[in-house]
Nanobody, 123 residues
Framework: QVQLVESGGGLVQAGGSLRLSCAAS????????MGWFRQPPGKEREFVAA????????YFADSVKGRFNISRDNAKNMVYLQMNSLQPEDTAVYYC????????????????WGQGTQVTVSS
């Protein structure tokens, strides 16, 4: 049982960086794997990154590997997505999600979702 709220989105120039934050509420937060997804304009929601319950395993979409990093601080009930070398193709609404069952890259594997935060990258 978690509630998720994303923040940190905004407008950034190509090559720049942003850090998205996801604030979670719930006594069982540390039991959930966490993921970031994004939905570009006119496209379906796609997987970006995931992190397991203790933060020691991470997974990334090929499109962001080497540029993005996911981390979590269970003591603070926070999950982060550090985005570097941003490109216009990264423009999307970014969503934080929680998965108790350990799903990692599919939307339907996640039980809880935040409201999303807009990231816009200009060239």
């Amino acid at each position: 049982q978690v509630q998720l709220v994303e923040s940190g989105g905004g407008l950034v120039q190509a090559g720049g960086s942003l850090r998205l934050s996801c604030a979670a509420s719930g006594r069982t937060f540390s039991s959930y794997a966490m993921g970031w997804f994004r939905q570009p304009p006119g496209k379906e929601r796609e997987f970006v990154a995931a992190i397991n319950w203790n933060g020691r395993s991470t997974y990334f979409a090929d499109s962001v590997k080497g540029r993005f990093n996911i981390s979590r601080d269970n003591a603070k009930n926070m999950v982060y997505l550090q985005m570097n070398s941003l490109q216009p193709e990264d423009t999307a609404v970014y969503y934080c999600a929680a998965s108790l069952g350990g799903g990692w890259s599919r939307t339907w594997e996640y039980e809880y979702w935040g409201q999303g935060t807009q990231v816009t990258v200009s060239s």
